[in-house]
Structures are given as C-alpha cells and as structure tokens.
C-alpha cells in the first residue's frame, strides 16, 4: 500500500480538508495509439474533480461567478505513477485543503478499478474579481462559505 504524503500541509487551527470523489470512464478518444492515456487529458480528470466537489458544497463556478468571483489556475502538478488504459473506470477525488488567503489549494488522486494508486496532483487557484483584480482579503461569498467549513457546517 501506497501512503500519500500531502502537497499541503495543513495549519494547526485548519478544519480538515473537504473531499468528493467521482468515477468515470477512460473514453477512446483519450489514448494514445499505445492505448494509454494522454497526459494532457489528466487536467480535465481533475476538472471533473473540482466540479463534483464544488457542486457537493456549494462552491460551484457559477456560484463564484454570480458573486462576481473567477478562480483561475496560478499552478498545476501533476504525478503519473501508473498509465491508466482504455476503458478503464476511474475514481477521481478532489481534496479541498484550507489556507486563509483567497485562494483555492485543491489536491486530487487517481485510483483505477481494482483501488491502484494511478495519478495524484494539485492545483492553485487564485480569485480575482470580474475586472480580473487579485483579491488580497477573502471575498463576502469564500469569507462565508470559509465560516461554515471552520464551524463543521459542512459534511
């Protein structure tokens, strides 16, 4: 067994990290012609990650965008420990760690059918108002959603 050390280290007062996992299908499209996923797909494998969690806890990009929020990628990281196949079902989950600055500290890993460790990653998001102006504080929306995760209203 595989013991994963995190890409965040987590504060002493920090609640723990949010999770969400999503399974999903390798499709054709995304092999090579070696039957071994692209790299350049796994992004999108995080994506669908980020998305489920976002939607779990009410975070969705939407919901950043009607707050007048966007939340682009500052960074990217991504380790390949085993090539996943086509078609292989997949179990992504997206770990959303704390860090009281306005940003968005999302680790992920890859696990194929039978529990193999496949890939893990991260991502750094950053939040920007809708003139594309970095928010140094916490916006009124994230500060919310922050006190409830601090509070364990979030499951």
């Known amino acids: 067994m595989v013991v994963l050390k995190p890409y965040f280290k987590s504060l002493a007062d ?17 092999v090579d012609p070696l039957g071994i996923v692209w790299h350049g797909r796994y992004p999108s494998y995080f994506e669908d990650g980020r998305g489920a969690l976002g939607e779990k806890y009410g975070m969705s990009y939407l919901e950043f965008y009607s707050n007048n929020i966007i939340a682009p990628i500052k960074a990217m990281h991504i380790d390949y420990h085993k090539p996943l196949t086509y078609p292989d079902i997949i179990t992504i989950k997206a770990i959303l760690h ?48 922050c006190r409830k995760w601090k509070e364990g209203e979030l499951k």
Not at 19 to 29: A, H, I, L, S, Y
Not at 112 to 138: A, F, P, R, S
Request: aromatic fraction near 14%; proline fraction near 6%.
């Open 98 to 145: 704390w860090s009281d600055a306005a940003r968005l500290n999302y680790e992920y890993v890859i696990m194929d059918n039978k529990g193999e460790l496949m890939t893990t990653g991260y991502t750094i998001q950053v939040m920007l108002d809708l003139n594309k102006n970095l928010y140094m504080v916490l916006p009124p929306f994230y500060a919310e959603f």
């Open 14 to 30: 920090a609640p723990h990290p949010l999770e969400c996992t999503v399974q999903r299908k390798v499709r054709f499209e995304e």
